[in-house]
């Protein structure tokens, strides 16, 4: 599996933003969020979260923008034949 592409689109003391796109057979690799953050899909599809609770598919819409609590933890993965895009900011304080 290939890593998806993440593209830094500004980053300052507050926030982090960054574009997220997800061809097919690829993924993030496991993190964990060390800050709540947002997510504006820009280019909606089916994504598989993989987590301690295991493995299901997450259908995301473009322009219907959701929000995680920090110390969130798991790897993306689209297991998709269409690419997924998406914005992701992290609020750091």
Same mark, same amino acid.
């Given at each position: 599996?290939?890593?998806? &592409?993440?593209?830094?689109?500004? %980053?300052? @003391?507050?926030?982090?933003? !960054?574009?997220?796109?997800? +061809?097919? $057979?690829?993924? =993030?690799?496991?993190?964990?969020?060390?800050?709540?953050?947002?997510?504006?899909?820009?280019?909606?599809?089916?994504?598989? &979260?993989?987590?301690?609770?295991? %493995?299901? @598919?997450?259908?995301?819409? !473009?322009?219907?923008?959701? +929000?995680? $609590?920090?110390? =969130?933890?798991?790897?993306?993965?689209?297991?998709?034949?269409?690419?997924?895009?998406?914005?992701?900011?992290?609020?750091?304080?």
């Amino acid at each position: 599996m290939h890593k998806a &592409v993440s593209e830094l689109q500004a %980053e300052d @003391d507050r926030m982090r933003i !960054t574009r997220w796109t997800f +061809a097919p $057979a690829t993924e =993030t690799g496991w993190h964990r969020h060390a800050w709540p953050y947002a997510v504006v899909p820009v280019q909606g599809g089916t994504l598989t &979260v993989v987590d301690s609770e295991g %493995e299901r @598919d997450y259908e995301i819409r !473009t322009g219907e923008s959701y +929000a995680r $609590a920090c110390g =969130t933890e798991h790897n993306i993965v689209n297991n998709s034949n269409a690419p997924v895009v998406f914005v992701e900011i992290e609020i750091k304080r």
